[in-house]
Protein backbone atom coordinates (compact mmCIF):
# COMPACT_ATOMS: atom_id res chain seq x y z
CA UNK A 1 0.00 0.00 0.00
CA UNK A 2 1.26 3.43 -0.90
CA UNK A 3 1.77 6.02 1.84
CA UNK A 4 -1.53 8.18 0.48
CA UNK A 5 -3.59 4.69 0.58
CA UNK A 6 -1.77 4.26 4.51
CA UNK A 7 -2.68 7.73 5.48
CA UNK A 8 -6.53 7.46 4.67
CA UNK A 9 -6.82 3.80 6.08
CA UNK A 10 -6.08 5.71 9.35
CA UNK A 11 -7.90 8.60 8.96
CA UNK A 12 -10.37 7.00 8.43
CA UNK A 13 -10.14 4.20 11.68
CA UNK A 14 -9.55 7.44 13.66
CA UNK A 15 -12.43 8.94 12.29
CA UNK A 16 -14.74 5.62 12.44
CA UNK A 17 -17.37 5.66 15.74
CA UNK A 18 -15.49 3.90 18.25
CA UNK A 19 -12.11 5.13 16.68
CA UNK A 20 -9.43 6.30 19.04
CA UNK A 21 -9.97 7.94 22.04
CA UNK A 22 -13.64 6.28 22.77
CA UNK A 23 -14.06 6.36 26.12
CA UNK A 24 -17.29 4.99 28.30
CA UNK A 25 -19.35 7.84 30.36
CA UNK A 26 -22.41 7.58 32.27
CA UNK A 27 -24.96 10.27 31.43
CA UNK A 28 -28.08 10.80 34.19
CA UNK A 29 -29.92 13.39 32.44
CA UNK A 30 -30.81 14.16 28.10
CA UNK A 31 -29.08 17.79 29.28
CA UNK A 32 -25.62 16.20 30.15
CA UNK A 33 -26.20 13.43 26.90
CA UNK A 34 -26.43 15.94 24.52
CA UNK A 35 -23.60 17.79 26.14
CA UNK A 36 -21.45 14.72 25.53
CA UNK A 37 -22.46 14.34 21.95
CA UNK A 38 -21.89 18.12 21.01
CA UNK A 39 -18.42 17.42 22.83
CA UNK A 40 -17.76 14.28 21.01
CA UNK A 41 -18.61 16.59 17.40
CA UNK A 42 -16.58 19.33 18.49
CA UNK A 43 -13.79 16.85 19.26
CA UNK A 44 -14.21 15.26 16.07
CA UNK A 45 -14.71 18.89 13.84
CA UNK A 46 -11.29 19.71 15.26
CA UNK A 47 -9.59 16.33 13.96
CA UNK A 48 -11.18 16.65 10.60
CA UNK A 49 -9.92 20.61 10.34
CA UNK A 50 -6.32 19.32 11.22
CA UNK A 51 -6.51 16.77 8.69
CA UNK A 52 -7.50 18.62 6.38
CA UNK A 53 -4.86 21.50 7.30
CA UNK A 54 -2.22 19.10 7.04
CA UNK A 55 -3.67 17.73 3.48
CA UNK A 56 -3.74 21.35 1.90
CA UNK A 57 0.13 21.54 3.01
CA UNK A 58 1.35 18.05 0.98
CA UNK A 59 -1.03 18.98 -2.04
CA UNK A 60 0.46 22.88 -2.13
CA UNK A 61 4.00 21.22 -1.56
CA UNK A 62 3.23 18.94 -4.25
CA UNK A 63 1.94 21.57 -6.88
CA UNK A 64 5.71 23.37 -6.19
Known sequence: ???????LHHWAVVFAPGGFNSVAVKVDTPEQAELLRLREENARLKREVEVLKK??????????
Open 1 to 7: MDTIGRM
Open 55 to 64: VSQYFARQAV
